[in-house]
């Protein structure tokens, strides 16, 4: 239950009285003399309730009420008003306020009332956060797409950890889409509005990597002309995106741990230690304990980055993706070049769901710009692929979710679509994933 409460009144004594009553009811009361002080300290989403006097110096309650209601229009005000301001209080009702209590008021009044008040304000934010939630599913879905069963654990996993202050590893084969996983963790949590620092680890040269990673003084090694700030330190309240961190090089292996374990670094040839605010999403294909255990990795450092672990499933284990991945593919090069993507035939999307695609969802998104460019079939033949079984498994999850789109989710007519009865289709629904809400048009 929310117990929020701020009391703004330019009398002390009944400032005193309010928080006295309201705190051994359980309440956590704020005070302020004036509503411009209110104003300036109220924090955005305030999840409680606003009590305030009708006649004060400066900003009258009635001014506070207009400024509260254009900042959250749902945020409930209850004014306190002398017998003359009654009529005044009953127009700021019409105008948004909750509640109006008449000098003097008991303390079971206010109590009435507020307890009222935070319930409506309980139901709102609760309200809001069903929509914030239903807007962050579909946006996440058109970021990661996908039907299959392990996109839609992968989007849960994803929006469960994008608000949590840990580090994260992505375990995953080449093309798999790691930095496109990353990048969501980032976008949809707090650290959205600050830097996203993608860096892969074997790409860089061993000599040069302390200082593209922590930077460096002028004059710290020959060349190094100027200060120049690392990676770590522009990425400072953000997120860096560590990717292949198995090739990272074990000296600086070290530092990063140190820069993890006290958010600090020292920029090469330099004395003074900088504090940094960072995320850490690294990616690797191999297991880290196991490269540990090699010697090529250390340890400690491996059981810091994997406070939470996400695996991304390859293509071929989950093929019911793949005719929706083609068709985003191809539609998105096809409107980069004014044009219409070429449709599919029968045998084409046969050959799609047989193919094993060992570049994964990079191999594929090339093989779909050549289709939409028109050089050609979209796969190669494949020699073992999946078996006839898993072929048609897929191919019956594409034809679900075209019927489920075409009709916007509207069950009757994907059932005269498809010619099958209702309870078949939910077997078939529930055995692939599919749920009629996430094919419904939102306005």
């Not at 409680?48 to 254009?70: C, F, K, N, T, Y």
């Not at 741990?257 to 330099?270: C, F, H, N, P």
């Not at 980055?305 to 191809?330: K, Y």
């Not at 004014?338 to 084409?348: E, F, H, I, T």
Request: contains cysteine; charged residues 25%; negative net charge.
């Amino acid at each position: 239950m929310l117990n929020s409460v701020i009391v703004v009144d330019d009398e002390a004594s009944i400032r005193n009285a309010v928080e006295q009553w309201l705190s051994l009811s359980g309440f956590s009361v704020q005070l302020f003399a004036r509503a411009e002080d209110c104003l300036a300290q109220l924090p955005a989403h305030f999840p409680g309730v606003i009590i305030s006097d009708v006649r004060m110096p400066g900003i009258g309650g009635l001014q506070l009420l207009e400024r509260l209601q254009a900042q959250d229009a749902d945020l409930p005000v209850i004014l306190l008003t002398g017998h003359g301001d009654v009529p005044m209080a009953v127009e700021a009702m019409r105008n948004g306020a909750y509640d109006f209590l008449e000098k003097p008021f008991t303390p079971q009044h206010l109590l009435g009332s507020l307890r009222r008040a935070l319930e409506k304000r309980q139901l709102v934010l609760e309200n809001r956060r069903l929509h914030e939630q239903a807007d962050l599913k579909a946006r996440l879905a058109d970021t990661l797409l996908g039907m299959s069963q392990g996109l839609q654990q992968l989007r849960r996993q994803v929006l469960e950890l994008a608000g949590l202050p840990v580090n994260v590893l992505i375990r995953g084969d080449t093309g798999s889409g790691k930095e496109r996983v990353a990048r969501c963790l980032h976008d949809f949590g707090p650290r959205a509005d600050k830097p996203f620092v993608a860096l892969n680890c074997a790409a860089i040269p061993e000599a040069l990597f302390e200082a593209e990673l922590f930077g460096h003084e002028s004059g710290a090694f020959t060349g190094a002309q100027g200060k120049r700030i690392g990676k770590l330190e522009y990425a400072n309240g953000g997120t860096v995106f560590l990717d292949e961190i198995e090739s990272m090089p074990l000296a600086q292996q070290a530092k990063l741990l140190r820069v993890i374990q006290e958010q600090k670094l020292e920029r090469l040839g330099a004395n003074q230690s900088i504090s940094v605010d960072l995320r850490i999403i690294a990616a690797t294909k191999p297991d880290l304990l196991e490269e540990a255990r090699a010697g090529r990795f250390r340890e400690d450092l491996a059981y810091r980055l994997n406070v939470a672990e996400l695996r991304l499933a390859p293509l071929r284990e989950r093929r019911e993706d793949i005719p929706l991945l083609f068709e985003h593919f191809a539609r998105t090069a096809a409107e980069r070049l004014g044009r219409s993507a070429p449709p599919l035939s029968g045998g084409q999307l046969a050959q799609l769901l047989g193919h094993d695609w060992p570049g994964n969802v990079r191999e594929l998104a090339n093989a779909a710009e050549r289709h939409a460019l028109g050089l050609g079939s979209p796969s190669a033949e494949s020699v073992g692929g999946p078996s006839l079984g898993e072929q048609m498994e897929a191919f019956e999850a594409q034809c679900l979710r075209a019927a489920l789109r075409q009709h916007k989710g509207e069950i009757k007519g994907v059932m005269e679509t498809l010619q099958v009865p209702r309870r078949t289709l939910n077997e078939k629904m529930q055995r692939h994933g599919l749920v009629r809400e996430d094919f419904i048009e939102r306005e």
